[in-house]
């Protein structure tokens, strides 16, 4: 099996050395209404550093050197990346987006709850969340639970990429996409429980009504006397611990929906222009919004075959570019359910990454051209890498013929052959007369330069 070492900066820089020729072969897309197959350098590097070595093993066999990566659990990977510096520039976008649109600010005091959202007691500290996986640059593949999806590597690198190539337009959907929250916000409590003797009881979910402000700040009255006593733990334990206690749950019926009306389109218009992303991304930006949560919804347990089915016709039939639809769709997925949400479940905090492995299941039954595509490409890459690896080494077939002067003819190709079997094989050496020194080095460092590269993976 491939064993990943996405995260090594040396072989970063090595790996994008050997790619430098291919970057005016690419063409750039700036928007996201603009189609998503081709790929970026950033996309490059990721695709290579995951499969370069796949290539080497038609010279070199399973004898080569193999460089097994860290994989950690999400939370974990994710707290590594959660950096301050990372956190002050994320709160910065927010500052501007509420001088942007005001009424954003609502996200400070809009409350939230376990057990889906225990990273903090405001829908801004999901938002925070969010922005931190649009910023940071975690490899998803040292994810353990997608790491171990083997099959679904270049689907897990693909979406690495578009978070990456859409950075702009998934902070605006970061900021916007909740946007219906504070209007739709309920709470529930079962009953005999202590957030029911609050008050916060609702015996007909049917007839969940909108929060006042009075019960708002009655629970987060509750919420801060709560982290008050429990002084010394951190938000998440705290936020546990509160809906244990209390088991108040916060709504947002149809946030979703109610989001994506006109009510919203003059701020998602305002926050898209502040952040320099054409307004032909509107409709787009809205779809998503629209569906959201019904996608989580619908993957959160299994692949849904239908919904992806129905997700894709929709694209269709609102004049979206269908693969940058479909593209987007798993981001924001990853970014809201995932990124976004410190999950309680059994009494220990999770992350919901079956959402993304089953989507991508899906994808694969109902549009396995997409996977296929993304194999195409793979393949030409680390052609280009391989060809450009033995151009270093100055062993191409062309340096090779103008050193020893070979003639057009079948003897370049036989010339060639036993050149290849010279780099997998240390034994077998050319005499070629008076350049076999020279030729026995070259080919003693396109084994090097080889090497390295396939210990980047």
């Known amino acids: 099996s491939l064993l990943f070492s996405v995260g090594h900066l040396d072989a970063r820089r090595l790996l994008l050395e050997g790619i430098d020729g ?3 072969a690419i063409p750039p897309s700036t928007e996201a ?6 790929l970026t350098t950033g996309s490059l590097e990721m695709f290579i550093v995951c499969y370069t070595g796949v290539m080497f093993d038609k010279y070199f066999g399973n004898n080569r050197p193999v460089v097994k990566a860290e994989v950690r659990s999400f939370l974990s990977w994710f ?14 976008i927010m500052a501007r987006a509420e001088e942007v649109v005001p009424g954003l600010t609502a996200w400070r005091i809009t409350p939230q709850s376990g057990p889906w959202h225990c990273e903090g007691p405001h829908l801004a500290d999901h938002i925070e969340r969010i922005l931190v996986g649009v910023m940071s640059d975690g490899a998803l593949l040292e994810i353990e639970e997608f790491a171990g999806e083997k099959d679904l590597a270049l689907e897990i690198a693909a979406l690495e990429t578009t978070i990456h190539k859409y950075r702009d337009f998934l902070t605006v959907f970061a900021l916007t996409h909740d946007a219906a929250k504070p209007a739709t916000l309920a709470f529930d409590a079962p009953e005999k429980s202590r957030g029911a003797a609050e008050g916060f009881i609702v015996r007909n979910k049917d007839l969940l009504s909108t929060a006042t402000d009075a019960e708002r700040i009655r629970y987060d009255k509750l919420y801060r006397a709560y982290e008050a006593a429990h002084h010394g733990q951190n938000i998440v334990a705290n936020m546990a611990g509160f809906y244990d206690a209390y088991e108040i749950t916060a709504h947002y019926r149809d946030h979703a929906s109610v989001g994506a009306t006109l009510a919203f389109t003059a701020d998602r218009q305002e926050i898209l ?11 787009l930006l809205t779809e998503l919004i629209r569906y959201h949560i019904e996608v989580i919804d619908s993957f ?3 692949p849904d075959v239908k919904k992806y089915e129905l997700m894709t016709a929709r694209a269709g039939k609102a004049g979206l570019n269908v693969d940058v639809f479909l593209d987007l769709m798993l981001a924001v997925a990853y970014l809201d359910a995932i990124v976004g949400c410190v999950v309680l479940d059994g009494g220990k905090m999770t992350a919901q990454t079956k959402l993304i492995i089953n989507i991508l299941r899906a994808e694969r039954e109902v549009l396995p051209k997409r996977h296929e595509e993304r194999v195409r490409k793979l393949e030409s890459v680390k052609k280009q890498v391989y060809k450009d690896a033995l151009d270093k080494a100055g062993i191409s077939g062309e340096a ?13 190709g036989v010339l060639m052959e036993q050149v290849w079997l010279a780099i997998k094989d240390k034994s077998h050496r050319l005499e070629v007369g008076e350049h076999s020194a020279e030729l026995a080095r070259r080919i003693e460092l396109a084994r090097e330069i080889l090497a390295s590269y396939n210990a980047a993976v």
């Not at 222009?273 to 409709?283: D, Q």
């Not at 090779?400 to 370049?412: D, Y």
Request: proline share 6%.
């Open 273 to 283: 222009a502040a952040n320099g992303v054409p307004l032909a991304n509107a409709k």
């Open 300 to 302: 959160s347990e299994q």
């Open 400 to 412: 090779v013929f103008k050193l020893l002067q070979t003639p057009f003819g079948p003897e370049r």
């Open 33 to 38: 209404t603009s189609h998503s197959s081709s």
């Open 79 to 92: 707290s590594a990346l959660d950096k301050r510096e990372v956190r002050e520039q994320v709160r910065a």
């Open 22 to 24: 291919l970057q005016n």
